[in-house]
C-alpha cells in the first residue's frame, strides 16, 4: 500500500488536493491499484498529521497538544442534496411561511425534510428513524445534528410498552412533525405548483393521472381502509387508493381514496380539484384505459376539458372493428434515444381511423416493442395451458376421470388460469376429451397484441402528437413504481386515517426530491439511475476530529468520484452542514 495525491480542480480554477491511499494488486498477470479510502484535503490533514502517524503506529498517545483522535463520521451526502433542492424548488421557504406564526417554524420544515430524505435512503418508520439518526448525519439547517434518544433498559422492561426502545419524547417529535405537516397538505401542493411552475415554464395545459394502490399491515383505519382490487398482489390485506397527478413530469398533487373505490369514480373529484385549487381552466386530461367511461368522457365534455386516453382493447367491441379499419398508410414516429441507439430498432406506426362519432377521433398505434413483449407472454401462456389440457386429457383417457360434469368443471378450472379462454376450447364425444385452438378468441388475440387505441376529442392534435402525449402517461406508472419501491411506501402500519395520509404526503415530497435529482442526471447526461444515486451519495460523509487541544473540528469528504459527478451536476458546492454559514458571512 502506498500514499497517493489527486488534484481536483474546482470550478472557480482553485486546485485541491487530496491523499487517498492506495492498494497494488496482480489481476491476470498484470498489476492493478485500487482506491482502499480517501483520507482527505492534504492541507487540512498537514497540521494534524504527527497525530494521525501516532494513532496509525498504535504508540501511546502523545502530549495534549498533538493528540487527534476521530471521534465518528456518518453518511451525509443524501442529506445534503435532499437539502439543496428543498431549498431550490421553494419547499423550505413554503413551510416556513406557512409555519411562521409558531415559534419552531424552521424544526418544521428541517423536521419534514429530514422525514423525506429517510424514504429516500433508509426507509423506515418513524420508530425506526433512532437507528437511521445513528448510521447518518442529520440535522436542521444550521447543522445542529439530532441525536437517537433510546429508552434505558431497566426503563423500558418496567414500562406497558417493552418493545418501544425509543424515548417517547422523540417519537412525539416526529408525529407532530407528520400531523402538522398534513394539515397544510393542500396549501404546500398549491404553493408548490405555483413555484415548479415559474422555476420550468409548466405545460399546464396537459394533466396525467393514474392510480394504484397500497396495503396495510393490520386493519388499517376504518373509513379508509378497504379490500379491492390490488396492485401489490395482496389480495386479503386492507388497502388505500393512490391517485398521483402530473404535469411535464413533475408530481403536482395527489389523492387518497378508500380502498374499495372504482378507478373512474375518482376522475370527478380529481377533475374538481385541478380547476379550483390550481385555477387550471381547461387542461387536456390524460389517463389510462381504467379511467375510460362514458359517464367520465361526458363529465369531461361538459366542463369543457379535453381528454386523451387509451381505450381498453377488450372491454369495448368497437376496438376490433378500429383495429380492423386500419388499412391506411401507417405513420412512423420518432424514436427515443434508447431505442436509437439499438441495432435494430424497434418501431412505433400510427393512422387515424374514422370514429363514426362526430368530434370523436381515434388513433390506431402498433409497436414493435410490445408486439414482442406481448407475444412471448402469450407463447407462454399457451404453453402452460396446453400442458394442463394434455395432462387432463390423460386423465379421462386412462379412465381416472370419468363424469361428464367432472370432467367439464375440471376443464373449466384450467381455462380459468393463464388466461386459457382466450386461446382453448375443448369439447367431449363418445367420452373422449379433445382440446383445439379456439377459432374466434385466439385470432382476436393475434389481432391486438403489439397494437392499442387512443381516442381524444383534441382538433389539433396529430397522430404524432397523440402518441407522444399518451406514451408521456408511462412517466406516471414509473412514478408510481419509485414511490412505491423506490422510496418504499408500502406497507403501511399507522392505523389513524390522517397519519395515513401523512405519511403518503411524506412519500410523495420524497418522490418530487427523487424527480428533481433524475432530471438532473439526465440533463447532464449521467448514466445512473436516481436510486443508484442516493446510495452513492453516501459516500459524502462528515467526520468530526478531536484535535486533542479540546477544540473538534467537523470536515466533509468529498466521496467516491461518482458521487463527486453527481454533485457536480446538481450543483451543490458548499458541503457545509450549516446552510446558513454561507449567507451570514455575506450579511457581516
Not at 412505491?484 to 402500519?493: A, E, F, G, L
Request: proline share 4%; net charge positive; charged share 30%.
Amino acid at each position: 500500500m502506498y500514499l497517493r495525491t489527486t488534484r481536483v480542480k474546482r470550478p472557480d480554477g482553485h486546485v485541491d488536493e487530496y491523499i487517498r491511499l492506495v492498494e497494488s494488486h496482480w489481476n491476470d498477470g498484470s498489476p492493478r491499484h485500487r482506491i482502499i479510502c480517501n483520507l482527505g484535503r492534504k492541507d487540512l490533514l498537514a497540521p494534524h498529521a504527527d497525530a494521525l502517524l501516532h494513532i496509525l503506529k498504535g504508540e501511546e498517545k502523545p502530549a495534549a497538544n498533538q493528540d487527534a483522535d476521530a471521534i465518528g463520521a456518518w453518511d451525509w451526502g443524501p442529506m445534503l442534496v435532499g437539502r439543496h433542492f428543498w431549498q431550490e424548488l421553494g419547499l423550505q421557504g413554503i413551510i416556513d411561511g406557512l409555519a411562521k406564526a409558531t415559534a419552531d417554524r424552521e424544526e418544521l420544515s428541517d423536521r419534514a425534510l429530514a422525514l423525506a430524505v429517510n424514504r429516500l435512503c433508509e426507509p423506515t418508520s418513524e420508530h425506526g428513524i433512532a437507528r437511521w439518526l445513528e448510521t447518518d448525519y442529520v440535522c436542521d439547517r444550521k447543522g445542529e445534528r439530532w441525536l437517537p434518544q433510546w429508552r434505558d433498559d431497566a426503563e423500558r422492561l418496567a414500562s406497558k410498552r417493552p418493545r418501544v426502545r425509543v424515548k417517547d419524547r422523540q417519537l412525539r417529535q416526529w408525529y407532530g412533525t407528520l400531523d402538522r405537516l398534513v394539515r397544510s397538505k393542500e396549501q404546500i401542493e398549491k404553493k408548490l405548483f405555483l413555484s415548479l411552475r415559474n422555476l420550468f415554464s409548466l405545460k399546464v395545459d396537459l394533466v396525467f393521472y393514474d392510480l394504484t394502490s397500497t396495503y396495510f399491515e393490520g386493519h388499517g383505519p376504518l373509513g379508509l381502509a378497504a379490500h379491492g382490487h390490488s396492485r401489490d398482489d395482496k389480495p386479503r390485506n386492507r388497502q388505500v387508493l393512490v391517485g398521483l397527478v402530473m404535469i411535464d413530469g413533475w408530481p403536482i398533487a395527489h389523492h387518497v381514496f378508500q380502498g374499495n373505490r372504482r378507478d373512474s369514480a375518482t376522475v370527478e373529484d380529481v377533475l374538481k380539484d385541478i380547476q379550483e385549487r390550481f385555477g387550471l381552466r381547461r387542461v387536456v386530461f390524460v389517463g389510462d384505459r381504467g379511467m375510460v367511461t362514458s359517464d367520465n368522457v361526458e363529465l369531461l365534455r361538459s366542463k369543457h376539458q379535453g381528454y386523451l386516453v387509451g381505450l381498453s382493447r377488450r372491454r369495448r367491441p368497437q376496438v376490433i372493428r378500429y383495429l380492423q379499419a386500419a388499412t391506411g398508410p401507417w405513420l412512423e414516429c420518432p424514436m427515443g434515444i434508447t431505442a436509437r441507439e439499438k441495432t435494430n430498432p424497434p418501431k412505433t406506426l400510427v393512422q387515424e381511423v374514422a370514429s363514426g362519432k362526430s368530434g370523436v377521433r381515434v388513433f390506431v398505434v402498433h409497436s414493435d416493442e410490445r408486439l414482442e413483449y406481448e407475444r412471448g407472454e402469450r407463447e407462454k401462456a399457451m404453453h402452460k395451458v396446453r400442458d394442463e389440457l394434455e395432462a387432463l386429457k390423460g386423465r379421462v383417457t386412462r379412465g381416472r376421470l370419468k363424469a361428464p360434469e367432472k370432467i367439464g368443471a375440471a376443464a373449466a378450472r384450467v381455462l380459468a388460469r393463464n388466461h386459457g379462454t382466450r386461446y382453448y376450447d375443448w369439447r367431449l364425444k363418445d367420452g373422449k376429451f379433445d382440446y383445439f385452438e379456439h377459432p374466434v378468441n385466439l385470432a382476436q388475440e393475434k389481432a391486438l397484441e403489439g397494437k392499442y387505441v387512443i381516442q381524444t376529442e383534441e382538433p389539433n392534435f396529430s397522430a404524432l402528437e397523440a402518441v407522444a402525449t399518451y406514451k408521456e402517461l408511462s412517466e406516471v406508472e414509473r412514478a408510481f413504481c419509485g414511490l412505491k419501491d423506490v422510496i418504499d411506501m408500502r406497507p403501511i402500519y399507522h392505523q389513524r386515517a390522517h397519519r395515513v395520509q401523512a405519511h403518503i404526503f411524506v412519500a410523495s415530497l420524497a418522490f418530487l426530491l427523487d424527480r428533481a435529482l433524475e432530471k438532473k442526471l439526465k440533463s447532464a447526461q449521467i448514466d445512473i439511475s436516481s436510486e443508484d444515486a442516493w446510495q452513492l451519495l453516501k459516500t459524502v460523509r462528515v467526520v468530526e476530529i478531536d484535535l486533542g487541544t479540546g477544540e473538534q473540528k467537523r470536515s466533509v469528504t468529498r466521496g467516491s468520484a461518482r458521487a463527486a459527478r453527481i454533485l457536480r451536476a446538481v450543483g451543490v458546492k458548499n458541503l457545509d452542514p450549516d446552510s446558513t454559514t454561507k449567507s451570514a458571512k455575506k450579511a457581516a
